[in-house]
């Protein structure tokens, strides 16, 4: 607030506490009044006078303080002719009452109307004017009770209600307000006498919030006046638009002192403001001299929501703001079309009494003339150099005074009057019949007390000669009802306002706001929604991502992660699909998964099983070539049952690889690493003995060894059987504590679930092939000692070259197996043991099948001796 402003206002509340406090302090048994305000109204005597409270002028001039002398009263300037209309609606209503042989017969109502300049300290003035009543004393007995008003009607702004009703509410003085939207007037607590015939703002503002959301606008700008009803309307949208994802792009106030900078400076924030859609809290006084600026700036792309406040307003209806505000859509109260009322305002007249000193200064303002009568200027300063004739006719103006199409804060007035009659009808007991039973007479109750009017008020409940129910719940508030109102032009080029929509807040949730699109024209007159964001939609198969250090509204489009999706627009989060299903390519909707193992039908699958198969063959054409032959020296020499044996358990190694192949089962899970494991032990261990074998028979050949008779067939079943029996137990341990089972993976291939085997103990799975290893170094360590024996009998230099090719391919299995996806991972444990097992076939058999079928010379005892003997002479 103004420094000025603040200074008049704590004068005039002192002002107010001297009044109120002076019956307390006189000694003498007269009240007198400390003060007097001149203000410009409107006066009729009556048997109970109703006080009102209007903005006939909307702009005041700034008045110096001196702080030496009492300040003068304040000069209002920018008649408001709407609000003149409105006064004529309340004098209307009264005389129309007055009329009404059924409502308060007998008694006469008057009124004190008082223009309050549409600010807080004229405002109290005429507060204060009105309850003090007309006499300048008053004996002590009758204090502040002769000719004051029972009740107010006013105002428009909120923030002069709240002074008056914080000033006038301990009196019990009821306030009936027209305009004052403010949700805080709700509160009984702080404001007991008050009432009102118009919604508060919470209902506007949740019906801004459902315009807002249902047309997709979550960017928008925000305009308000410095004062009550601004903030306390920008607030409370802010804090509701929050919950539903809308963002303030930015928040001005338009300042109640004029200030060309700052009106430009909040256009230029318009222009520059990528959010299209501005919600506006404002009078239509302030808001005009924000606009003026805004047409300079050429601002023509802009989508308007207005408030009640001015979304009927007719100072702003014109062409010359059309270019900017053409499509305007905003709320307005419900209105009705009074019958009546148009004649009455035809009627009004200027006149040289002092009680009319109102009607004069619109009657001076409407045809831009000074009146005089009898030679004096009796309407208020001027300078007006034509003279008025008082015959005018106003049916030759085009003034909102007498446009009557959109009554509606007019139509609010007009149930504040009824409402209060209706409120005295009940007091004096009006319906009460006389003692011949024939005529209906109220009682004289006079004085009347203000609080007996308040009782009496809060209890009314009619219905009007329109079919509207009136009445106040306990808050004092009427039922929320709007109109939704855009601004259009018909096809002769006039500006009018059509109803595309109403909201009725007492119906049911999700059914408050019905609107019908087809009639609305947007701004420059489009057809189509305007957009209003901050960052484009995200289409399904995203989520929103929160720019840092700007709005929620202000985001990054994400995709939703593999295994997730999103089927709305402008997801927050992405869902994660149920485990057996996968998000599709475009993240919009969960697949099953494919289901994946190695098996018997796929290339893959095929492949190692021919190859298993192949080995099995070749290993039993190979014993069946040994047996053939078993008879020859080189047979005998490599010692057949070992040979027999070894070529046994290869066919094993070959034929357990088919178990990795198929669909995983308990019995083929449990079956492929124990058969794996104690085959490839049987394998090694008859290698191992095999080893020892060649070595201790080249040991025994030498002078006064006799290694042989540690190495005979008992002790070599011996070296297999122990080595074997331990991975038995071992295996036999693993299936009893921890056995492996089938499992359907759905980690490690996202669109997929991996039918395969779990080891079920890993440290298990690691020994035994810890254990396959152990024996495969002591195996390669003997074998690679016997290297330089000859040639001709040299089968450890095969037994290294074997275990070398089983070494790597081992070496290269843990890595392969650790790092492959999926079917992948059985595949390269199969191939590991295919691999090592042709390896072990082919270096340790093949070239004795070499010789055996094409040098059948060289199998002879003649041909594995001679260069052991030549080696010896040597």
């Given amino acids: 607030m103004p420094l000025s402003t603040a200074c008049k206002d704590f004068h005039f509340s002192l002002t107010l506490l001297l009044l109120a406090g002076s019956a307390g302090f006189q000694t003498s048994t007269i009240c007198k009044l400390l003060g007097l305000f001149d203000l410009p109204g409107l ?83 005429g507060a204060l004017k009105l309850v003090n009543g007309k006499d300048e004393t008053s004996s002590l007995n ?31 003085i009821p306030v009936v307000s027209y305009f004052a939207t403010c949700a805080y007037l709700t509160d009984k607590k702080e404001f007991p006498t008050f009432l009102r015939t ?73 222009k520059k403001s990528t959010a299209k859609v501005i919600i506006v809290f404002a009078s239509e006084g302030k808001f005009y001299e924000l606009l003026k600026e805004v047409l300079r700036e050429n601002i023509t792309d802009r989508q308007w929501i207005a408030s009640e406040a001015w979304v009927t307003a007719a100072l702003l209806t014109t062409d010359e703001f059309y270019t900017i505000l053409g499509g305007t859509i905003g709320f307005a109260f419900r209105g009705a079309q009074i019958s009546g009322l148009l004649e009455f305002l035809q009627r009004v007249k200027p ?15 409407m045809f831009n003339c000074r009146l005089n009568f009898s030679g004096e200027d009796i309407a208020h300063e001027t300078t007006k150099t034509r003279i008025c004739t008082g015959s005018e006719n106003l049916l030759e103006t085009k003034s909102i005074f007498l446009d009557v199409s959109q009554l509606r804060v007019s139509y609010n007035v007009y149930k504040a009057v009824y409402a209060i009659a209706h409120g005295l009808h009940k007091l004096l007991e009006c319906d009460n019949e006389d003692n011949l039973g024939q005529n209906i007479s109220c009682k004289s109750v006079f004085p009347l007390r203000p609080w007996q009017v308040l009782s009496h008020l809060k209890t009314v409940n009619f219905t009007n000669r329109f079919g509207e129910k009136v009445y106040f719940d306990q808050n004092g508030e009427p039922v929320p009802l709007y109109d939704i109102i855009n601004w259009q032009k018909d096809f002769s080029g006039a500006i009018k306002l059509v109803k595309v929509g109403s909201f009725d807040a007492s119906a049911l949730s999700g059914e408050e706001t019905v609107i019908n699109e087809e009639k609305i024209i947007w701004s420059r007159g489009q057809s189509q929604v305007p957009y209003s964001k901050c960052s484009q939609s995200c289409p399904p198969g995203t989520r929103k991502a929160t720019q840092n250090g700007k709005p929620t509204c202000c985001f990054d489009c994400v995709s939703c992660a593999d295994g997730e999706i999103s089927n709305l627009t402008d997801s927050l989060e992405c869902t994660k699909c149920a485990p057996d299903f996968w998000s599709d390519e475009n993240r919009t909707k969960c697949v099953a998964r494919d289901v994946e193992y190695l098996s018997f039908q796929d ?5 190692l099983t021919v190859a298993a198969i192949l080995g099995a063959f070749l290993t039993l054409t190979v014993m069946g070539i040994f047996f053939y032959f078993r ?7 490599n010692n057949s049952e070992l040979s027999f044996l070894l070529l046994g358990s290869l066919e094993l190694c070959f034929l357990c690889s088919l178990t990795f192949i198929g669909e995983p089962s308990l019995w083929s899970c449990m079956t492929r690493h124990t ?48 080595c074997t029996l331990l991975q038995a137990f071992l295996c036999i341990t693993w299936l009893t504590l921890s056995p492996p089972f089938p499992f359907r993976n759905t980690n490690n291939q996202g669109g997929k679930i991996i039918l395969q085997c779990n080891a079920g103990s890993v440290l298990a799975f690691y020994l035994v092939l810890g254990y ?9 360590i003997l074998a690679f000692l016997g290297r330089k024996l000859p040639n001709n009998f040299n089968e450890a230099k095969l037994i290294t070259f074997s275990m070398l090719i089983f070494f790597a391919v081992w070496i290269a299995f843990i890595p392969a197996y650790e790092s492959s996806p999926g079917k992948y991972t059985v595949a390269v444990e199969v191939f590991a043991i295919l691999s090592s097992s042709f390896g072990l076939l082919l270096c340790i058999f093949i070239p004795k099948c070499y010789i055996i079928l094409l040098h059948p010379e060289k199998n002879t005892k003649k041909g594995l001796i001679g260069k052991a003997v030549s080696l010896k002479k040597h």
């Fill in 675 to 722: 058969a794996f494991g104690i085959s490839f032990v049987l394998c090694i261990s008859c290698i191992l003995a095999k080893s020892i074998v060649v070595l201790g028979a080249f040991k025994s050949t030498l002078p006064a060894s006799n290694a042989m008779k540690w190495f005979g067939p008992l002790q070599q079943r011996a070296i297999i059987i122990i």
């Fill in 603 to 607: 290339t893959m699958g095929v492949t």
């Fill in 43 to 125: 006066e009729s005597d009556g048997d109970i006078v109703i006080g009102g409270l209007f903005p006939v002028h909307f702009k005041e001039s700034e008045t110096n303080l001196s702080f030496d002398i009492r300040p003068t009263t304040t000069k209002c300037e920018s008649f408001d002719f709407r609000a003149f209309r409105w006064v004529q609606t309340m004098i209307f209503a009264i005389e129309e009452i007055n009329k009404n042989p059924t409502l308060l017969p007998g008694v006469t109502l008057g009124y004190k109307i008082i223009d309050t300049c549409d600010n807080i300290h004229n405002g109290l003035q």
């Fill in 142 to 172: 009758h204090c502040n009770a002769s000719n004051a008003v029972p009740a107010i009607i006013g105002l428009a702004s909120s923030s002069p209600t709240r002074a008056i009703a914080h000033t006038i509410g301990p009196f019990g």
């Fill in 198 to 270: 118009v919604p508060s703002d919470l209902f506007q503002v949740r019906a801004l919030v459902q315009l807002i959301t249902h047309f997709g606008w979550t960017w928008v700008g925000a305009i308000a006046t410095d004062d009550d009803y601004g903030h306390y309307g920008i607030q409370s949208f802010a804090d509701q638009a929050k919950e539903k994802g809308v963002c303030l792009s930015y928040y001005e106030t338009i300042p109640n002192i004029y200030s060309e900078a700052k009106l430009r400076q909040i256009a230029t924030t318009i």
């Fill in 351 to 365: 006149s040289p009494h002092q009680k009319h000193v109102l009607t004069n200064m619109f009657w001076e303002e």
């Fill in 631 to 637: 008879s020859t020296p080189l047979v005998k020499a």
């Fill in 772 to 780: 396959i290893g152990l024996i495969s170094c002591v195996c390669f």
